[in-house]
T-cell receptor, first 115, second 116 residues
Framework: EPEVTQTPSHQVTQMGQEVILRCVPI?????FYWYRQILGQKVEFLVS????????KSEIFDDQFSVERPDGSNFTLKIRSTKLEDSAMYFC?????????????FGPGTRLTVT | AQKVTQAQTEISVVEKEDVTLDCVYE???????LFWYKQPPSGELVFLIR????DEQNEISGRYSWNFQKSTSSFNFTITASQVVDSAVYFC?????????????WGAGTKLIIKP
């Protein structure tokens, strides 16, 4: 069964450094998402992406964050200058069609630790 | 406003007991979708079920069952004859179609502990 993959599984970085989290969505899916989950807390929406542009973003997704799909397969989340509070699990998801009529398939997550 | 409330922060039961996880949602939309996801200790999010707002039939899948009641805006999840492997955090989530909003709105999760 096709699955969403994410690399790395765990990233440790120093405050102020740039990080890029990578995701390979399911190949025929059209909608892509990033969510984050601070340890022990709820999952929070960051951004949705369709047709090579951001569809929607949350208040968390400020200028320090960016997403792109450079080669039609990878979907990346970049954090330009990491802060301690960016430490969280980051989940990528992909979806075949529009909104709730289709399930969002989640990757295994990347645990980001900012020291 | 769109919101999902899971009032039970943690539930602990002994194996083989039945357990119900509550989910209450708020939305002004008439078309929406409700989901349950399981997050085991390994951390991944495992899809369990999707329900659309026009389908109020309850669903059963093995030991799992879901009770959707629009009148009380609830979408509760019951595990029958619980097992230790059911120990996880369970999230209820809401998705709606208005204004091209595609994100999932998540509840805070219920941590379920099944003791042997």
């Amino acid at each position: 069964e096709p699955e969403v993959t994410q690399t790395p599984s765990h990233q440790v970085t120093q405050m102020g450094q740039e990080v890029i989290l990578r995701c390979v969505p399911i190949s025929n899916h059209l909608y892509f998402y990033w969510y984050r989950q601070i340890l022990g807390q709820k999952v929070e929406f960051l951004v949705s992406f369709y047709n090579n542009e951001i569809s929607e973003k949350s208040e968390i997704f400020d200028d320090q964050f960016s997403v792109e799909r450079p080669d039609g397969s990878n979907f990346t989340l970049k954090i330009r200058s990491t802060k301690l509070e960016d430490s969280a699990m980051y989940f990528c998801a992909s979806q075949l069609g529009l909104a709730g009529a289709y399930e969002q398939y989640f990757g295994p997550g990347t645990r980001l630790t900012v020291t | 406003a769109q919101k999902v409330t899971q009032a039970q922060t943690e539930i602990s039961v002994v194996e083989k007991e039945d357990v119900t996880l509550d989910c209450v949602y708020e939305t002004r939309d008439t078309t929406y979708y409700l989901f349950w996801y399981k997050q085991p200790p390994s951390g991944e999010l495992v899809f369990l079920i999707r329900r659309n707002s026009f389908d109020e039939q309850n669903e059963i899948s093995g030991r799992y069952s879901w009770n959707f009641q629009k009148s009380t805006s609830s979408f509760n999840f019951t595990i029958t004859a619980s097992q230790v492997v059911d120990s996880a955090v369970y999230f209820c989530a809401l998705n709606y179609d208005l204004d091209s909003n595609y994100q999932l709105i998540w509840g805070a999760g219920t941590k379920l502990i099944i003791k042997p």
